[in-house]
């Protein structure tokens, strides 16, 4: 019986080894300097890119952008405004109906940090003119920041979060 125990132990020992060396393998290796150069210059450009588009096509641009994802979140001013992708889709859509024209601009200290081949975080400070269709003029000015993903071959927002600054 004692040998038999031993053996077990034995086995399952030998199989959490191999099993552990296995997920090592397998496990996200390290960028290389070349990778996160691509990255980097492969996000910055999706960004000008969403900045164009949503400045020429409107807030419905916007939904091209966000991952139509179950991973998909968005948050304005501490509050969640799109828990998923799909309250997204309804959001902005409500919101493109009250607006006549937008333009949005990225500062310039746009910052990406490279993660993996498929994902880097973004962080800038943005400016947003909006025109209602009531004639109203709204300015906004603020920080973004983001998950972008690599999917399907094009870069998305994984997530995204808006920080207004407000008049005091």
């Known amino acids: ?5 031993c053996l077990l132990l034995l086995v399952v020992v030998s199989v959490s080894h191999v ?48 991952a139509d994802s179950p991973a998909f979140f968005m948050v304005n001013d501490g509050q969640m405004a799109f828990p998923d992708s799909a309250a997204a889709t309804k959001g902005i859509h409500d919101f493109a109906a009250t607006i006549r024209s937008i333009r949005l601009e990225w500062s310039s200290d746009l910052r990406v940090d490279p993660l993996t081949p498929d994902f880097a975080v973004v962080a800038v400070s943005f400016f947003e003119d909006q025109e209602q ?26 997530d995204a979060h808006w920080s207004s600054l407000h008049a005091q």
């Open 1 to 5: 019986m004692r040998n038999c125990l």
């Open 19 to 66: 099993g552990g060396q296995a997920a090592s393998a397998s496990a996200a290796q390290p960028m290389t300097a070349a990778e996160a150069v691509r990255v980097d210059g492969a996000v910055r450009s999706f960004m000008s890119t969403v900045a164009r588009d949503v400045t020429r096509d409107g807030p419905a641009a916007w939904r091209k952008h966000f």
């Open 133 to 158: 269709l009531t004639g109203k003029h709204v300015e906004e000015r603020g920080y973004f920041t983001g998950v972008a993903e690599l999917r399907g071959g094009r870069w998305q927002l994984r």
